[in-house]
């Protein structure tokens, strides 16, 4: 069956240390993969789409990997700030239009 | 950057009534728009594709009568529960993109409580 994991439900770290959240999928080939952060009570937001043919994307303090022979994308924030608390969802695009969502990764950086 | 909008932002009905929700692209014409349905601490879930001019293709479990969909121009969609239940009682979002491939522009979601 087809899957997307984001490997925990909540990671807490501390300011200044580098977050990296992990989307793992099964039975997919998505041509894109997308990055979204969510707040509470609000729409999601995006942050970062990277193709298939790209090992990695930048902005600013992220980063996105993409590797489609493990079907994993990892996501950092470098400098975390307790303003980048908030949860993280990875969505593929499977040239569908829609997107298919993970379950979301809640972060909280702690002062 | 493009904008979606949703109205009402929060919404509380009685068992049994139509809740209508209005999805709004302002800055760009969207043929396609989606509706997802977010259960608390859950992912986002697809529950229907809204095409303009053309009825809308439901994901499989979601009741086409129960949720109806319009999209009547190439900037609003809109979405009807019907016949309103508490297991109905959720958070709605819906969102359009201006093109493939590209990211999604989201509305900021409509809480539906349903007692």
């Known amino acids: 069956s087809q899957k997307i994991e984001q490997n925990s439900e909540a990671l807490n770290i501390q300011e200044g240390k580098t977050a990296t959240l992990t989307c793992n999928y099964t039975n997919y080939s998505p041509a894109y993969l997308q990055w979204y952060r969510q707040d509470p009570g609000r729409g999601p937001v995006f942050l970062l789409l990277?193709?298939?043919?790209?090992k990695e994307k930048r902005k600013e303090r992220l980063k996105v990997t993409f590797d489609t022979t493990l079907k994993q994308s990892l996501f950092h924030i470098t400098a975390s700030q307790p303003a980048d608390s908030a949860t993280y969802l990875c969505?593929?695009?499977?040239?569908?239009?829609?997107?298919?969502f993970g379950s979301g990764t809640r972060l909280q950086v702690q002062p | 950057g493009a904008v979606v909008s949703q109205h009402p932002s929060w919404v509380i009905c009685k068992s049994g009534t139509s809740v209508k929700i209005e999805c709004r692209s302002l800055d760009f014409q969207a043929t396609t728009m989606f509706w997802y349905r977010q259960f608390p601490k859950q992912s986002l879930m697809l529950m229907a594709t809204s095409n303009e001019g053309s009825k809308a293709t439901y994901e499989q479990g979601v009741e086409k009568d129960k949720f109806l969909i319009n999209h009547a121009s190439l900037t609003l969609s809109t979405l009807t529960v019907t016949s309103a239940h508490p297991e109905d009682s959720s958070f709605y979002i819906c969102?359009?993109?201006?093109?493939?491939?590209?990211?999604?522009?989201f509305g900021e979601g409509s809480r539906l409580t349903v007692l």
């Open positions: 969505a593929l695009d499977t040239g569908r239009r829609a997107l298919t």
């Open positions: 969102s359009a993109r201006e093109g493939l491939p590209g990211e999604l522009f």
């Open positions: 990277i193709r298939e043919n790209e």
